[in-house]
């Protein structure tokens, strides 16, 4: 959605997708990380997986059993359900507080599969090679989303990277704060970076009251989440390829 111009900033290009951010002068891109450049349920399958074997035969049932289990919930409920690993061992009959505080443990240190969603790592390489400056925000706890960043090859693309686990709850999207955070670090005022994220819930209303520009791309369970028009980003596109498609930037480079 962004198009070059002179000098080292660019600007919003004018195509219908870009709403109100058409014309808009650009220094920087965030990024939100879950459901917007991965598919967070890979990781939720991935661990239910690792559990489901192990756990089935700690517990006598069996490995089907228990993944079913997973499976039904995590359809159910999503992953953002803060009683998610609750429902499934209630489901299987054996709830149990002490596992429900291994299973969070588990799934704190737990390795996801290192899978972008398509067109993600292009268009990072995009941007970075139009000049753009690259950061991310991103809620969840702390050290689970380090290794998720970790085992998505992330860290290098981005020039600072904003973990609100680490910040006081208040601190946490929707607040402003993590977004004026990244600005503060990159020394650049919020008017000039935009912000690309997929939960209307949480994702757009922070940076928006700072004068930020927001783009939301529907690739994860909230796309068709109705918010009030405040919490509503200014741009929507249906997935990064697309946002890549609209992108008018030279060709790929790597990481710099
Ligand atoms: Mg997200």
């Not at 200014?234 to 030279?250: G, M, Y």
Request: hydrophobic residues 45%; contains cysteine.
């Amino acid at each position: 959605m962004a198009v070059a111009t002179a000098g080292s900033l660019l600007a919003v290009a004018g195509h219908p997708a870009a709403g109100s951010l058409a014309g808009r002068p650009v220094a920087a891109v965030g990024f939100d990380l879950d459901y917007t450049l991965w598919d967070q349920d890979d990781f939720a399958r991935s661990f239910f997986a690792e559990v489901a074997g192990e756990f089935g035969r700690r517990m006598g049932l069996g490995d089907r059993q228990v993944a079913e289990a997973c499976r039904d919930a995590l359809d159910r409920l999503t992953l953002a359900h803060p009683r998610l690993f609750d429902q499934v061992l209630h489901q299987l009959g054996v709830w149990d507080p002490r596992l429900v505080a291994e299973w969070v443990e588990r799934y704190r240190r737990h390795r996801p599969p290192a899978r972008l969603y398509p067109g993600a790592a292009a268009l990072l390489a995009r941007l970075k090679a139009a000049g753009l400056r690259l950061f991310l925000v991103t809620d969840g706890q702390g050290g689970s989303q380090r290794h998720k960043v970790a085992a998505l090859g992330l860290g290098p693309w981005f020039e600072q990277l904003v973990f609100t686990g680490d910040l006081p709850a208040h601190q946490h999207k929707p607040s402003p704060y993590p977004f004026r955070l990244a600005c503060r670090c990159l020394r650049l005022p919020p008017e000039l970076c935009l912000y690309v994220g997929d939960n209307p819930s949480c994702d757009f209303a922070g940076p928006r009251s700072l004068g930020m520009g927001t783009i939301g791309v529907a690739t994860g369970p909230y796309a068709r989440l109705q918010v009030p028009p405040e919490q509503a980003p200014q741009a929507r596109v249906a997935s990064l390829e697309e946002l890549a498609r609209l992108l008018v930037l030279p060709g790929p480079g790597g990481p710099g």
